[in-house]
């Protein structure tokens, strides 16, 4: 058994928490929000994660010490406008060589980190890992089989995360590209943006598909020139994260892009939503990063411009659909 503290009561972080505690783990959810905090302690369950019982043993504290010392693992689980702010609050109480496992999604925009960078930097001491891939709260709080990935710097670290976690319904693979693994989970929610903006269309399957299907296009060429490696891209931090979040209602990306394609501005989306949309607070940091190291990103573009610069989403369909022409791949030789 493995002491745990989960760092965020949000619906992700405690669908982690009932993963865990049902692998046998003494689990500490923290949240710095005292009204969320009070709502777990008395409902025994999140609003967000109607069904799932909480166990009468599990801990909620808003007490940093509580959640922090002596844990064997601490599972960073907020939203990423907050990740900064909580690493930098907590970073005193931190042990030397204590393991940190994020679990959020994003980069920030004004330095273009993402998020395991952000923790490193507040908490140089810890040791500091990722988990990503297609993983709703909605489903992983109910115990639905998901695979999931672990990144980190060390494959002992990796493989510990690995064993606290993996049981017969969440299967857990490992990785030691952090950097693809975080790429693929932050610019995906931009791109299912633009999916839930085709939906709010009207557009079909067919459309549906070509976004995706460019999509992970544009996510791996920017990836791979930040360092990133391509088969990461193919893989379930890739791909298939790509693939759930613009397929899913339980998606908040796609939830927000879809009221946004029906003609709200992405704040109205935000507040429909009642959710953090992660893919807002993203896009502009991948124009910034497409800048940055000269890669196209012509989906993510459009993104930004239906966010911040008042663009119609029909405008937007109609500039991507008659970009000049191109190869699909570029480095596949014709035959005469």
């Not at 931090?237 to 790509?242: E, K, M, Q």
Request: charged residues 20%.
């Amino acid at each position: 058994m493995a002491k745990i503290g989960i760092i965020g009561g949000g619906s992700w972080g405690i669908a982690i928490a009932v993963l865990l505690y049902k692998n046998g783990h003494q689990i500490t959810v923290w949240s710095a929000l005292e009204p969320e905090i009070t709502m777990l302690k008395e409902k025994h369950e999140h609003k967000m994660l109607p069904g799932v019982a909480l166990p009468q043993d599990m801990v909620f504290t808003t007490q940093d010490r509580e959640a922090v010392e002596g844990q064997d693992l601490l599972v960073m689980a907020v939203a990423s406008a907050y990740t900064r702010q909580t690493a930098g609050r907590l970073s005193g109480l931190v042990a030397e060589g204590q393991k940190i496992l994020n679990v959020a999604k994003g980069i920030e925009e004004r330095t273009l980190m993402t998020l395991s960078e952000i923790i490193g930097q507040e908490i140089p001491q810890a040791d500091v890992a990722v988990m990503s891939g297609p993983s709703h709260a909605e489903e992983v709080g109910r115990g639905l089989p998901t695979t999931i990935v672990v990144g980190a710097k060390s494959k002992a670290t990796a493989e510990y995360i690995q064993n606290l976690f993996m049981n017969e319904v969440f299967r857990v693979y490992t990785s030691p590209d952090i950097l693809g693994m975080e790429l693929g989970g932050a610019l995906k929610n931009v791109v299912a943006l633009a999916a839930g903006i085709a939906d709010g269309l009207g557009y079909g399957d067919n459309t549906k598909a070509a976004l995706i299907t460019r999509g992970i296009t544009e996510i791996a060429r920017l990836g791979t020139a930040m360092g990133g490696k391509f088969e990461t891209f193919c893989g379930l931090t890739g791909i298939g994260d790509l693939i759930v979040t613009c397929a899913s209602m339980h998606s908040r990306n796609r939830r927000a892009g879809i009221l946004i394609g029906q003609g709200k501005t992405y704040e109205e989306a935000m507040d429909e939503v009642k959710m953090v949309v992660e893919g807002v607070y993203s896009a502009k940091a991948a124009m910034e990063l497409s800048r940055k190291y000269q890669v196209q990103l012509p989906i993510i573009e459009q993104v930004n411009k239906i966010l911040f610069e008042g663009l119609s989403a029909e405008q937007a369909v109609k500039e991507l659909m008659l970009r000049d022409k191109k190869l699909e791949v570029s480095d596949i030789p014709w035959q005469q």
